[in-house]
């Protein structure tokens, strides 16, 4: 799912994490009749991959199959745009719920943040021995399951796991399938009263294309009071978890997957993303001073840049466009006549990208200078890599740059993507960031660049999107890079010029990765 390791440890809000010990006295309770009485039709349902409604009476007697008018449905089974069912008023007794609610918000919870995720989870219910919250272990892990089993057919294991997830403004978690080792269904149970359309927090269900990529959100389900869920775990369960808007409110999941004896043989892999590869624009010298600071284009500054990026393997070079120019720029970004389309899969990214034919024509000048010649020396005597041999027919490498104009806004981010399935090659990237003044630090869009090494993953640099700066940094084939979500607080939008200029030989010092002061991630 991801590569970063959480870090931080948080109590929710006004909890102490002290009573873990405390016995109460178990509220009466039952599961949903409805349950056993319905287990045969919908075994047979799921089975065929029919679609079901089932309407019941107040005893949970079975009274038709979707068909009674003015009733609402108790169990809705649905294949679209995966097979999941949705259980209404899955335990009857409203004391116990009140209870199991207070004792699941007593419990410690861990802040779980990284580049797909932010929320908070509790302790594993392994470990809780609190009278309500062993009522529900016991209800899940010996009714459940073996209803489960009936139903689906599945040889389910005893092994249950189970936590509690609370959500505070602006978490989330982003589109993913939840398949890891020999999970096969997943289940979610809602305790939130009042919930609202606008609160956020909703579970998505995305469909697939034919390369079982997550295309399209075509479903949204409110995590309501007493409302339980579960979908099989497969190559189409691409779902996420929308942001929480309301600063109010809290959302309220105990969450978990059922296990296979052995993990299913499937390909967890995202398919490697096309990357255009273009030579420079031209092989005459373009006047870099028509858009760049001339401080920048001094031979001293730019030996001191290059002691500095041989050092850190990156720079941030401010002020670096001429001021009248950026502005000119930044308008020429907000043109209505740009062509934007959205740029994914969901479970990698989520952005918009220029169709460049679009661009005005200052934005398309500024870009051939970016891909002229005269860039690639600039760059390769700023940072000591080969950039610039000259382009030689009997050579496969030659100089060459991939460019992005991007827009981003509230809900917009980019994954990390598995190791095995990099663009495994040496590259220097180069940001330039417009329009980007009012971004805050809390509200995502910052650029993380992740390592992969024997421990894990591991965060090397972190950059902000600072307007009118070009941010250069050297990413070997052991380095993957992600863009924090923009999330709620963010009112506005920034662009941001993304370059690959692709390193056809590492300069006599070898670089590492990049370096920052910034810290990193804990392995």
């Known amino acids: 799912m991801s590569g970063v390791e959480e870090k931080g440890v948080k109590r929710s809000k006004g909890q102490k994490g002290t009573s873990c010990k405390k016995k109460s006295v178990l509220e009466p309770f039952e599961l949903n009749p409805a349950f056993v009485k319905s287990t045969k039709i919908l075994s047979e349902k799921w089975e065929n991959n029919q679609d079901c409604d089932i309407v019941t009476d107040e005893e949970g007697n079975v009274l038709d199959d979707g068909s009674e008018a003015g009733k609402p449905s108790k169990i809705k089974l649905s294949n679209f745009p995966f097979k999941h ?22 419990l410690n919870y861990t802040l779980k943040n990284n580049d797909l995720f932010q929320f908070h989870q509790s302790e594993a219910f392994d470990n809780v021995e609190l009278s309500h919250v062993a009522a529900l272990k016991k209800i899940l892990y010996h009714n459940l399951r073996q209803w489960l089993v009936e139903v689906t057919k599945l040889p389910l294991t005893d092994r249950c796991d189970t936590f509690c997830s609370r959500y505070e403004h602006t978490d989330y978690l982003l589109c993913h399938d939840d398949r890891c080792s020999t999970r096969k269904i997943a289940f979610l149970y809602y305790l939130n009263k009042n919930w609202k359309e606008g609160d956020g927090g909703t579970l ?39 942001e929480l808007v309301n600063q109010d409110k809290i959302r309220v999941a105990v969450s978990g997957w059922f296990h296979l004896p052995s993990a299913p043989v499937t390909d967890t892999s995202c398919p490697l993303l096309p990357i255009e590869r273009g030579l420079p624009a031209n092989l005459s010298r373009i006047a870099l001073d028509k858009f760049i600071d001339p401080i920048y284009l001094r031979e001293s500054y730019i030996t001191s840049i290059q002691l500095h990026f041989e050092n850190k393997s990156e720079a941030q070079l401010h ?9 000119d720029l930044c308008e020429k970004l907000l043109d209505p006549s740009i062509q934007w389309q959205i740029v994914g899969p969901p479970n990698i990214r989520h952005y918009q990208r220029a169709d460049k034919s679009s661009l005005p024509e200052r934005l398309q000048q500024f870009l051939e200078l970016l891909h002229s010649q005269s860039m690639f020396t600039l760059l390769a005597n700023m ?44 590259v220097l990237d180069v940001y330039f960031h417009f329009n980007s003044e009012l971004v805050p630090e809390d509200v995502g869009g910052t650029i993380s660049y992740v390592e992969n090494t024997k421990k894990g993953c591991k965060e090397a640099l972190s950059l902000m999107p600072v307007a009118n700066s070009m941010s250069i940094v050297y990413a070997g084939k052991s380095v993957d890079r992600t863009v924090k979500y923009l999330n709620s607080r963010y009112e506005y939008g920034f662009h941001t010029l993304q370059l690959r200029y692709y390193v056809l030989q590492k300069a006599n010092q070898l670089l590492s990765s990049p370096s920052s002061d910034n810290g990193s991630c804990s392995d």
């Open 85 to 106: 069912c949705l259980v209404e008023d899955f335990i009857q007794g409203e004391n116990f719920l009140n209870d199991l609610k207070y004792e699941l918000s007593d």
């Open 204 to 242: 998505d269900l995305f469909n697939s294309d034919d390369q079982k990529q997550p295309k399209d959100l075509v479903k949204s389900i409110q995590p309501s009071w007493n409302r339980f869920l579960f979908f099989e775990v497969s190559e189409n369960s691409h779902h996420q978890v929308s």
């Open 319 to 327: 002020n670096f466009i001429i001021q009248e120019c950026y502005q």
């Open 383 to 426: 940072t000591g890599l080969d950039l610039v041999e000259e382009a030689d027919p009997d050579v496969e490498e030659q100089p060459s740059c991939h460019s992005e104009v991007q827009q981003w806004s509230q809900g917009c981010y980019t994954l990390l993507v598995s190791p095995e399935h990099m663009n495994c090659l040496d």
